[in-house]
């Protein structure tokens, strides 16, 4: 359904913007994504289109999702793990 | 450039699968859930993430491949423009699923002009390069769609239209829920396609089927997580939508891609391969453009196709019922016989985490921890 | 039940050509089978391996050909020239015949051919000959009517003497499994440049030659290494699934230890394609002998080509010809290539 992959605007000439993605770059066209986009802004690049702007608090905001699931779920020996994950999350963050 | 948006650490997916493991044993029985997209499917399958459900956690994949459940009538509407001598651009996925008698690959090799894209722009470019007739064929869920309409809606040149076999995916998580014996206790809805239509869009399935639906991306921490919080809620009994995507997903969604779509494109009923006729389940071109619609500019000659078909296979395909986990591969007549990879009957033996491409790779249900 | 074979249409498709399941099976239900049955002694068109091998007193020669249809002629890092001169001397070197005796080359050209081009390619092989130390002593040239032909097709073929024949078959439970270097580099440089996909990055083909590379570690240590092939077209996945079944083994692969660059990396998850299946030029697959597996690595890296070496798996008794990849998070069963890669949107 969709092989979305995120990507680092670089530049933006009219309609279209020049993406990095882990070092390959690839025009990307900005029809149809729904608010402006700024080089330094992420992508969600779809079939060459970008389809949402990602905002920069979005890897932040992810780990802490995921670190509330953990949260939720600990009991006994899952502390352990979760608490070495947590510190994991914090010194990569 | 850095990988911070590729969620995978090993170490929090095990935390993660262990969670998953935990919350399976308070629910205390099987558990069944469904995805509905071809990018979870490659995701799960790529990253190997089925070795680290529990085993009492059933995943199944759902007809989420827009590719797979493309049937048989619809692939064949291109093969024919193709023999008739129409020059076709398509997407690699679309290359060797199989028609009535031939895949577009094999009306490639045929002599058939067909060029794979990687975006319905370069089919534009493609069109603006020469004089002669350029059809887009369109696959793809509501995601690619919006592409397909951003297109034409972008004064395309004169030789260029499209052959749409677009899909909409909330009309057949409907079915699913509704399949008489469905084990089916929640979905795993596509975090790509609702970047665009949004979490909001799935809120009347919800309040209908009293199901819950988790929206996820597709890293594998994303697809633990969408399954965790899954499962989470079918433990507490909490139907409901929750966006385990937020970083590309809001309730409304991308208002203006949707505009765009629904003015291209309407719904129609059709019958997606395996499966069943899914009321609204195709995007059609609404008559406005019917000046780039493919099926008016062309005349598709089917029955020419059809004089020479083999017996038809696809009665018996049971891939409906084996998606909504009523039935297993085994349960079916074509399974390793006339269906395999190499010649698929049905969407389930298509797709790479198809339930019976997986039982067929596997010799039933994977299990690969025993080994080395 | 229906086959690959026997195809609705009775026709071949680009499937059959592309290296996987349905090649192989191309392959040997229409040649092998009935060439199988002429009196040969020595490694013959049975095996399928990447050459044929017979006896010359205390040596084998080993003697192989194919052919090159590439498109686009050119590509980054080379063109069919380059490759149709290091496609066969790899092969030879595969078998252990490193000193390749000589080289034959045949062309075949559309009317229309451009001369200039002809000539480029044409330095492009007598180059790659010298880096490969390797004569092309005989030939043949035809021409072909416009659109008979898709511009020139070139067939190579090669002989080679060596005193250890090393095959395809031969891994054992226990053996390590090495590639030499970075993966997926071809194919996807030839990908992004034909389908037209706009892709700036470091896409560059891999294509040498491998014959030197391949020597430093058969001449110190000829036992240490006791299978190998290179992973052309299917690529790591389609020639590992190769080793596994002739030998009768399964293959655990650690994903991680795969040596890729970023950008090939990259480009792989934007179009979808799994780089385990992308061709390579100027790699090779080793079945090494556990405890002489670090020495191998060693003399790999030493030389040019081989810098990025690395061990990547391990031969197991279980699931004989699959393979099984840990992927870091979890296991899964690596698929046989089904024909060509393609760019995927879903």
Not at chain 2, 30 to 44: D, L, R, T, W, Y
Request: hydrophobic share 45%.
């Amino acid at each position: 359904m969709c092989l979305g992959v995120p990507g680092r605007v670089i530049e933006i000439h009219d309609c279209t913007a020049l993406v990095d993605f882990w070092g390959v770059r690839k025009e990307v066209r900005l029809d149809i994504v729904d608010e402006p986009v700024v080089p330094g802004d992420y992508i969600l690049n779809h079939v060459g289109f970008a389809i949402r702007r990602i905002a920069p608090e979005a890897v932040g905001e992810t780990l802490a999702l995921y670190e509330m699931l953990l949260r939720e779920n600990v009991d006994g020996e899952g502390d352990l793990m979760a608490l070495d994950v947590r510190s994991e999350i914090a010194g990569a963050a | 450039m850095t990988n911070e948006l590729q969620f995978r650490d090993p170490a929090l997916a095990r935390s993660l699968a262990a969670t998953l493991a935990r919350l399976v044993d308070e629910i205390g029985r099987p558990v069944a859930v469904m995805h509905v997209c071809g990018s979870h499917e490659q995701a799960i399958a790529r990253f190997g993430l089925r070795s680290l459900f529990p085993k009492a956690l059933d995943v199944i994949m759902g007809p989420g491949c827009p590719v797979c459940v493309t049937d048989v009538p619809e692939v064949d509407e291109g093969v024919v423009l193709a023999r008739q001598g129409v020059r076709i651009v398509t997407f690699g996925d679309m290359l060797r699923v199989p028609g009535t008698v031939q895949s577009l690959a094999d009306a490639q090799a045929s002599g058939g002009n067909i060029e794979v894209i990687y975006s319905p722009r370069q089919a534009i470019e493609i069109a603006r390069k020469t004089d002669e007739e350029v059809v887009l064929f369109a696959t793809g869920f509501e995601t690619t769609a919006v592409a397909t309409a951003a297109v034409i809606l972008d004064n395309p040149p004169p030789n260029f239209s499209v052959l749409s076999a677009h899909k909409y995916i909330p009309p057949v998580m409907e079915i699913v829920a509704e399949m008489p014996g469905s084990r089916v206790e929640g979905f795993l809805a596509a975090g790509h396609a609702a970047a665009i239509t949004g979490s909001a869009v799935f809120e009347p399935f919800v309040e209908r089927h009293q199901v819950p639906v988790v929206i996820a991306g597709f890293e594998p921490m994303d697809i633990l997580a969408g399954l965790v919080e899954l499962l989470q809620l079918i433990l507490n009994k909490t139907p409901r939508v929750a966006n385990m995507f937020p970083r590309c997903v809001s309730a409304e969604g991308n208002i203006p891609a949707q505009k765009q779509l629904w003015r291209v494109f309407e719904p129609v009923g059709g019958k997606w391969r395996g499966i069943a006729h899914v009321p609204n389940g195709n995007l059609r071109l609404r008559d406005e453009f019917a000046h780039v619609d493919a099926r008016k500019r062309f005349t598709i000659d089917l029955p020419s196709l059809w004089d020479y078909a083999p017996p038809a296979l696809a009665g018996q395909c049971i891939c409906g019922e084996i998606m909504s986990g009523i039935r297993n591969p085994r349960d079916c007549r074509l399974f390793n016989r006339e269906c395999v990879p190499e010649t698929p009957v049905g969407a389930c033996m298509v797709s790479n985490e198809g339930t019976c491409k997986i039982w067929h790779l596997y010799g039933g249900v994977p299990d690969l921890e025993a080994t080395a | 039940m229906t086959t690959l074979m026997e195809a609705p249409t009775g026709r071949i498709t680009l499937k059959q050509g592309g290296g996987g399941k349905a090649m192989r099976t191309l392959i040997e239900r229409l040649f092998v089978r009935d060439f199988a049955t002429l009196p040969f002694e020595g490694v013959g068109i049975a095996a399928m391996d990447d050459g044929a091998a017979m006896r010359i007193g205390d040596d084998w020669l080993v003697i192989t050909t194919d052919s090159h249809v590439i498109h686009p002629i050119f590509f980054p890092g080379g063109d069919i020239g380059r490759l149709s001169i290091c496609g066969t001397v790899n092969d030879l070197a595969m078998m252990g015949a490193t000193n390749v005796l000589a080289l034959t080359c045949s062309v075949i050209l559309e009317e229309g051919f451009g001369l200039e081009s002809l000539e480029a390619i044409q330095r492009s092989m007598i180059a790659a000959c010298r880096e490969a130390n390797a004569p092309v002593v005989t030939g043949d040239t035809k021409v072909m009517g416009r659109r008979e032909l898709d511009g020139i097709v070139i067939n190579t073929c090669g002989i080679g003497l060596t005193r250890t024949l090393v095959r395809d078959n031969g891994l054992s439970v226990g053996d390590r499994i090495i590639v030499t270097g970075n993966i997926a580099e071809h194919g996807l440089a030839v990908m992004a440049a034909r389908h037209s996909i706009g892709i700036e990055g470091d896409l560059v083909s891999d294509v040498a030659p491998m014959n030197s590379l391949i020597a430093a570690v058969l001449e110190l240590l000829p036992d240490a290494v006791t299978a190998m092939k290179d992973p052309t077209r299917g690529g790591v996945s389609s020639a590992l699934h190769e080793m596994a079944a002739k030998s009768g083994i399964g293959i655990v692969l650690d994903e991680r230890s795969v040596p890729i660059t970023a950008a090939v990396r990259a480009v792989g998850e934007l179009l979808g394609i799994d780089p385990l299946h992308v061709a390579n030029e100027g790699k090779a697959l080793m079945g090494v002998r556990a405890d002489r597996a670090d020495d191998v690595l060693q003399l790999l890296r030493a030389h040019p080509l081989g810098r990025s070496a690395a061990i990547i798996g391990t031969c197991v008794a279980e699931r004989p010809g699959k393979i099984i990849l840990d992927t870091g998070f979890g296991r899964r069963l690596l698929a046989e290539p089904e024909g060509e890669p393609l760019p995927r949107i879903c």
